[in-house]
């Protein structure tokens, strides 16, 4: 009885986790075993002498494996919340996202999604600020905010990184970075370079009249670490930090989390590294679920994937825009997603990242609308007239838009747009 996962028509309980998998079994190893061995792996581990493990308790924890679609190679799983420490992510991980990749029965593995019911869903902090929360400190209530990484992203001392932060900001930026590669090199310490950006912030705010915001990248290699200069952030005036994802780790990450709530800091996730777990579409993790795992977590903002191949992954942006945004997610079969009711955890600024020419701009707002912030990089520092003109241009993309004008006509009154469009930046 213990080993009889496949429960075909079960109907989980509401209480109950869920996870979809697409699953190849090994050459010679028949489905239903392979969907048995995950479903044994992931939850209450091997049955070779059973006298050790209650049957009653076996018998409650025991998940079932209750739709399999062998010729898509879908399974669906329901776990009891019962095996599972509500507001970790990483055991949660480590439980259907870990052994379950190392075997000889499984040859390719993908965790598509996770349904997280209420009871641990209201558990964790979801984002602190969220797009309203952002909105308020930016004081930007009806368009997209624009964003930058100040470029040359490895190599500047602190003096000329702070300048090309000021002429980001007084060309329209709201928002400009440090690069995920930047932390606390030598020849750019992390203090010296947050005391000087944050100074050209409070100069480019009584240049422009418009509230801006600098984002200091605080990964560091201990916990410690980056709580201090979270801290140190906070003790100068900073509303917002940056932190990297993947490598940092989700316990790091929700400690975070946890910190930023005292010091009233928003936090901006750098990225997933999607390709890491998500290229390969039969294998790994995907970006959806990472994306959710990072709404979760209580990232306020995220990017989601680059941008300059917009009608190639269209369909995708828009589920990973859901994903941050609404309340409700209803299931798309097609795609892989699960329904999940947010249950009032506030939605995640998507990032639109890596956009390379102002053309692109009304394909992004088509997409996203206004609750996005569309980040520009090579755009706004390799134009012509230099990093002010490419910050206004690629404002004045984002006005033109808004105003139902289009970019080419908009340019015949904006030199710098025109500049841009003409150079194809």
Not at 344 to 349: A, D, F, T
Not at 382 to 391: L, N
Request: proline share 4%; aromatic share 8%; hydrophobic share 40%.
């Amino acid at each position: 009885m213990l080993k009889e996962y496949i429960d075909i028509g079960y109907i989980p309980y509401e209480n109950e986790f869920i996870c979809e998998y697409n699953l190849e079994p090994a050459s010679g190893v028949v489905f239903e075993e392979a969907c048995s061995y995950l479903a044994r792996e992931s939850s209450i581990g091997k049955w070779n002498d059973i006298s050790i493990l209650s049957p009653k308790l076996a018998e409650k924890l025991k998940p079932h494996v209750f739709y399999v679609d062998k010729k898509k190679h879908t399974v669906k799983v329901s776990y009891s919340q019962d095996l599972f420490e509500f507001c970790s992510l990483t055991q949660i991980l480590n439980a259907v996202a870990d052994n379950v990749f190392d075997s000889k029965i499984i040859s390719k593995l993908k965790l598509n999604d996770i349904v997280f019911p209420p009871d641990p869903l209201s558990e964790f902090w979801g984002p602190k600020y969220g797009v309203e929360g952002v909105r308020e400190l930016l004081g930007v209530y009806d368009r997209p905010f624009l964003c930058t990484t100040v470029t040359p992203t490895i190599g500047l001392d602190p003096v000329t990184h702070a300048k090309v932060a000021y002429n980001c900001f007084i060309g329209g930026c709201d928002l400009v970075k440090d690069d995920n590669n930047l932390t606390d090199q030598k020849f750019n310490r992390f203090e010296k370079r947050a005391e000087l950006a944050f100074k050209a912030k409070d100069d480019a705010e009584e240049t422009t009249g418009e509230r801006k915001m600098y984002i200091c990248n605080i990964t560091a290699p201990t916990c410690e670490e980056m709580i201090r200069r979270a801290s140190f952030i906070s003790n100068i005036g900073g509303h917002y930090v940056m932190i990297d994802t993947l490598h940092t780790g989700w316990s790091a990450l929700q400690t975070l989390r946890d910190i930023t709530e005292e010091l009233e800091l928003a936090i901006h996730a750098n990225g997933m590294e999607y390709d890491a777990f998500a290229r390969m579409n039969n294998h790994g993790i995907s970006a959806y679920l990472m994306t959710k795992l990072a709404r979760l977590a209580g990232f306020d903002q995220l990017h989601i994937g680059t941008i300059d191949k917009i009608q190639e992954n269209k369909k995708e942006l828009i589920v990973l825009r859901d994903c941050c945004t609404m309340d409700k997610v209803k299931e798309k079969e097609k795609m892989h997603i699960l329904s999940q009711n947010w249950d009032g955890i506030k939605p995640m600024l998507p990032v639109a990242s890596c956009i390379l020419e102002p053309t692109l701009v009304t394909e992004v707002i088509n997409v996203f609308g206004k609750d996005v912030i569309i980040q520009f990089d090579s755009t706004i520092h390799s134009h012509p007239m230099g990093t002010v003109a490419g910050a206004k241009a690629c404002r004045q993309a984002i006005d033109a838009m808004l105003a139902g004008t289009s970019l080419e006509e908009y340019g015949e009154v904006h030199a710098e747009l025109q500049v841009a469009l003409n150079n194809g930046a």
